[in-house]
Structure formats: C-alpha cells, structure tokens
C-alpha cells in the first residue's frame, strides 16, 4: 500500500492541510522548525494505520485547539495500483467517531491495519535493553498490523489471560 495523498484537518498543529505524494516517492523527508507540525504528519499516518496515537491515549488531545472534531483523509494505491480511500473522523462534543475505508463505514477493529505502516520512534531502542513484554508488544502490534489472522489470534489469547487471570 502506498500512501498518495494525505489531508489534515484541525488535527494538531494543522488546521487544513494537504500533502501529496509522488508515485516515485521512495523516500519522503520532512523538514522544519520545532513546531512546525513535522511528528503530527507521522502521528496522522500512524492513526491511519492503528487508529490510534503513538502520542496519547485520549483522542481529544489530537483535536487542534479551538476546534471540536479532526478529520484525516488519504488516497493510497495498492499493490495492483488501485486507489483506496480512508477516513478516520472524531468529534469531541457530542463523543463520535467515524472510520471509512473507500466511503465504507466501519468500527476501529475492522479498519486497523487496513493500511499497514511500521512506527519506529529513537525511544523505541530501549526495547533492546528492556524487558521481553516490551520487544513482544512491539511485534504483536507489528504483525497485527499486517495479519488480520494474527489480529483476531491475539486478541483472543489477550481475551483467555484475561479470564484465566481473574479466575486465579
């Protein structure tokens, strides 16, 4: 999947941007200031792909100030070179969130790892001198992303150490 364009709005710092992506675009670079918006590009493409911040917990947060909802819209090509649309809409007041795939309406769980994407942070190096648990969530998130089998396994084995757990 590759990601052709991305458009932002009230996400952050970025009240209404868009940002396009060559066909050729191997490598693409973002350059700025501090503040200038560069890791809410990334995060906004991490929330494609997780539907969640590598940032916060509350999405609220990801909400530019002033504003009560952010959209994040892309256009990507797969493989065959078909083009995919996503969506990911949240809204503060009243509480609502929206996840589209190709103007298809669908729940976080079924639009997660639509668009696979691997997020590699220079905190994450610590995950060499840490614990097991850490390199471990750090590979089921990545093969969840791409594995709608692993997902589904996983959540299941989470959902029976939770049980087994409570139960002990």
């Known amino acids: 999947m590759r990601l052709q364009n991305l458009t932002l709005e009230n996400f952050r710092s970025h009240e209404k941007k868009e940002f396009s992506f060559g066909e050729r675009d191997n490598l693409v670079i973002f350059t700025g200031g501090n503040g200038a918006g560069k890791t809410n590009i990334i995060e906004a493409m991490y929330v494609l792909s997780c539907t969640r911040s590598f940032r916060t917990m509350r999405r609220e947060e990801m909400i530019k100030e002033g504003a009560n909802h952010f959209r994040i819209g892309a256009v990507m090509a797969d493989d065959a070179g078909e083009e995919c649309q996503a969506e990911v809409f949240f809204q503060s007041l009243p509480l609502k969130s929206r996840f ?25 190096l610590s995950m060499i001198t840490d614990a097991p648990k850490v390199r471990r969530a750090f590979l089921d998130m990545l093969l969840a992303s791409v594995s709608r089998k692993y997902m589904e396994a996983l959540s299941q ?3 029976a150490l939770r049980s087994r757990n409570s139960l002990l």
């Open 100 to 124: 589209k795939w190709n103007d298809v309406p669908m729940s976080a769980g079924g639009f997660f790892g639509k668009f696979p994407a691997v997020l590699f942070l220079p905190e994450d």
């Open 157 to 159: 084995y989470q959902k």
